[in-house]
């Protein structure tokens, strides 16, 4: 059994109780500390003249990990991760100890916020990454978050289906920018791989479109890049009727007048112009979303319905179809009660 230290002994008790220290500060001039608890104090002077053996802030952490990871992700994916960011920092910021229990009741908070399952998702695994990034580089040695799970009862944002009036005024429809919106029904294809295609990686021979990169816009600007997972590439089926609609040609279908890949304004300025002339106010994503209720509706297997759709996840694909299934549920409940009224 070690040895008990006698910290009591090891410093000058004062009239008024408290124990008193010294140690000399970085310019080597004499410092004096006080505490009730001789422990206390020989634990405070040892940080003093040692700082690096202090705990880190979760401020230093976070920006330790911000430095560090922001190279390797996505503009889009850190534009998303910036306000959870500053509002983790904002609440933690200055302690050198963040708890389990905390970073619950954190994220309960949240919840009575009314923030949505997949930003509360968010913040847990931002806070999760600056853990596991501090503990690698030896400034923790445990995770509190790794024993925290998402408060129940979280609210669960799904994207609409296109109303059947929407699906029937893009299929009709020959107003601009109409070949877009038709390839994303067509296709499935996600805005970004959509106005990344060329008229190249339409193969007419073998009855597939060619999916390898995505447009992703820092600011106003467009990038190529390649797809976020390896199931995003991928050869979805060229549809007859899609094949039928794209002209021959080359370079990219979708572009400016000088062949180069359109902006984000440009982009929105043709979208709501198109919404505008069909009179539906539709996104790019519940199209591919309408594409699926296609596949849905043909019988397709969730297991080929992921590889079309380029989902990382057959998770992914069954939440989709059970959305479709309880979507046209309601649909046709309404129906029923209309016609026997």
């Given at each position: 059994?070690p040895k008990?230290i006698?910290?009591a002994s090891m410093?000058?008790?004062?009239?008024?109780?408290?124990y008193?220290?010294?140690y000399?500060d970085?310019?080597?001039?004499r410092?004096?500390?006080?505490?009730?608890?001789?422990?206390?104090?020989?634990?405070?002077i040892?940080?003093?003249?040692?700082?690096?053996?202090a705990?880190?802030?979760?401020?230093?952490?976070?920006?330790?990990w911000?430095?560090?990871h922001w190279?390797?992700?996505?503009?889009?994916?850190?534009?998303?991760?910036?306000?959870?960011l500053?509002r983790l920092v904002d609440?933690?910021?200055d302690?050198e100890?963040?708890?389990?229990q905390?970073?619950?009741?954190?994220l309960v908070?949240?919840?009575k916020?009314?923030?949505?399952?997949?930003?509360?998702?968010?913040?847990?695994?931002?806070?999760n990454m600056?853990?596991?990034?501090?503990?690698?580089?030896g400034k923790l040695?445990?995770?509190?978050?790794?024993?925290?799970s998402?408060p129940?009862?979280l609210?669960?944002?799904?994207?609409?289906?296109?109303?059947?009036?929407?699906i029937e005024?893009v299929?009709s429809?020959?107003a601009p920018?109409s070949?877009?919106?038709k390839?994303?029904l067509?296709?499935?294809?996600r805005?970004?791989?959509?106005?990344?295609?060329r008229y190249?990686d339409?193969?007419?021979?073998?009855?597939?479109i060619?999916?390898?990169?995505a447009?992703?816009f820092?600011g106003?600007?467009p990038?190529?890049?390649p797809p976020?997972?390896?199931?995003?590439?991928?050869?979805?089926?060229l549809?007859?009727v899609?094949?039928?609609l794209?002209?021959?040609g080359?370079?990219?279908?979708?572009c400016?007048?000088?062949?180069g890949?359109?902006?984000k304004m440009?982009?929105?300025?043709?979208?709501?112009?198109?919404?505008k002339?069909?009179g539906?106010?539709?996104?790019?994503?519940?199209?591919?979303?309408?594409?699926?209720?296609?596949?849905y509706?043909a019988?397709?297997?969730?297991?080929?319905?992921?590889?079309?759709?380029?989902?990382s996840?057959?998770?992914?694909?069954?939440d989709?179809y059970?959305?479709?299934?309880?979507?046209r549920?309601?649909q046709?409940?309404k129906?029923?009660?209309?016609?026997?009224?």
């Amino acid at each position: 059994m070690p040895k008990k230290i006698d910290y009591a002994s090891m410093f000058v008790r004062r009239k008024s109780g408290l124990y008193m220290g010294r140690y000399r500060d970085a310019q080597g001039k004499r410092r004096y500390v006080y505490d009730r608890d001789p422990e206390a104090l020989y634990h405070k002077i040892e940080l003093l003249e040692n700082p690096d053996l202090a705990p880190p802030k979760f401020r230093d952490m976070a920006e330790a990990w911000q430095a560090e990871h922001w190279d390797r992700i996505s503009y889009k994916t850190a534009e998303a991760y910036t306000a959870p960011l500053r509002r983790l920092v904002d609440h933690f910021g200055d302690q050198e100890t963040v708890t389990a229990q905390e970073i619950n009741a954190f994220l309960v908070d949240l919840g009575k916020k009314k923030y949505s399952r997949r930003s509360v998702q968010m913040h847990r695994d931002i806070l999760n990454m600056i853990f596991n990034h501090a503990i690698v580089n030896g400034k923790l040695t445990v995770n509190p978050c790794a024993a925290v799970s998402l408060p129940y009862s979280l609210t669960t944002t799904t994207r609409e289906l296109p109303d059947d009036d929407a699906i029937e005024a893009v299929k009709s429809s020959s107003a601009p920018f109409s070949l877009f919106a038709k390839l994303c029904l067509y296709s499935g294809l996600r805005r970004g791989e959509a106005l990344a295609l060329r008229y190249e990686d339409v193969d007419r021979e073998h009855k597939c479109i060619h999916v390898t990169k995505a447009v992703e816009f820092v600011g106003n600007n467009p990038h190529i890049k390649p797809p976020k997972t390896k199931a995003g590439k991928r050869d979805p089926i060229l549809l007859d009727v899609l094949a039928d609609l794209i002209p021959e040609g080359t370079g990219y279908i979708f572009c400016r007048d000088d062949g180069g890949l359109l902006t984000k304004m440009q982009y929105r300025d043709r979208w709501e112009a198109y919404c505008k002339a069909i009179g539906h106010d539709i996104t790019a994503h519940q199209l591919r979303h309408g594409f699926a209720t296609i596949l849905y509706e043909a019988g397709i297997e969730d297991k080929d319905a992921q590889e079309l759709l380029g989902h990382s996840s057959i998770t992914v694909t069954r939440d989709v179809y059970t959305h479709i299934r309880q979507s046209r549920r309601e649909q046709t409940a309404k129906k029923l009660n209309a016609f026997i009224k």
